[in-house]
């Protein structure tokens, strides 16, 4: 009987220490999935607070990067609910919202600041295009202003035709500076063309259009040595800066 007894005994003994193991590892794995959502979150809001900062310098306008602003807010507060003691994720939170309430920048008023070098044009382009991408992801998600997804993408498509006919006006000026007046014949008319297409310029589209004319009313050896309006230095920081748009990440 008393060997009966030491059985049951170890029996129990072994069926709660499976049972409290159990138990252990599905808190374990409970707190780890909190822990991978709370980080996902905070991935996203810093993959998108690294691309707000760095289009800084560009005028992309109010409603982009108060889309913008608005996914890092609807990221951190969801992290929050989550993690309602992290100061880091409150105080961040609390920044966005203070942003969110002005999200205008003084740089919107400027206009595009053009490369003159071809390939960091062309990078530029990119880096607008994928603005433009990142922010049609938005209309997917109801919490977000939608209304302001298809004003944002426009103002960002009119940045990318801004570059482009840039683009054109500054081959056009090196054709000359070759005297290959055949093609920039053709990059001015480019250039023209696409400026036709919109109806409604804004100023800067208007002073644009008003340097092309100037250029093709002027004689090849001084529209080739033509200044521009558009024309901007070039250094290693800017280069670096439009190289990593969508690179380095911020730290929430």
């Not at 980080?39 to 913008?68: D, H």
């Not at 007046?181 to 589209?205: E, P, T």
């Amino acid at each position: 009987m008393g060997s009966f007894s030491i059985i049951i005994v170890i029996a129990f003994v072994l069926v709660a220490s499976v049972l409290g193991i159990a138990i252990i590892q599905k808190r374990e794995q409970a707190k780890a999935k909190l822990r991978q959502q709370i980080a996902q979150y905070r991935y996203r809001a810093n993959e998108t607070g690294s691309i707000l900062e760095n289009f800084s310098a560009i005028p992309i306008g109010a409603e982009t990067r108060g889309l913008l602003l608005q996914y890092i807010q609807l990221n951190l507060s969801a992290a929050s609910r989550l993690a309602p003691t992290d100061s880091l994720i409150a105080r961040n939170l609390s920044s966005i919202k203070e942003q969110l309430k002005n999200p205008q920048s003084n740089v919107d008023k400027q206009r595009l600041s053009i490369p003159k070098d071809s390939q960091q044009l062309n990078l530029l382009i990119k880096q607008l295009s994928k603005l433009g991408n990142y922010i049609l992801r938005f209309k997917t998600i109801k919490a977000m202003s939608v209304d302001k997804v298809p004003v944002s993408v426009n103002k960002i498509m009119l940045l990318i035709s801004e570059a482009k006919i840039c683009a054109y006006i500054q081959q056009g000026q090196r054709s000359l500076a070759e005297h290959n007046y055949v093609n920039a014949q053709r990059h001015f008319q480019i250039a023209q063309q696409m400026l036709d297409k919109f109806k409604n310029k804004n100023s800067r589209l208007v002073s644009l259009e008003a340097e092309l004319k100037e250029l093709v009313n002027l004689t090849p050896q001084q529209a080739a040595n033509k200044s521009l309006s558009i024309d901007t230095e070039e250094s290693e920081s800017a280069e670096a800066e439009q190289d990593n748009i969508f690179g380095p990440k911020k730290k929430w």
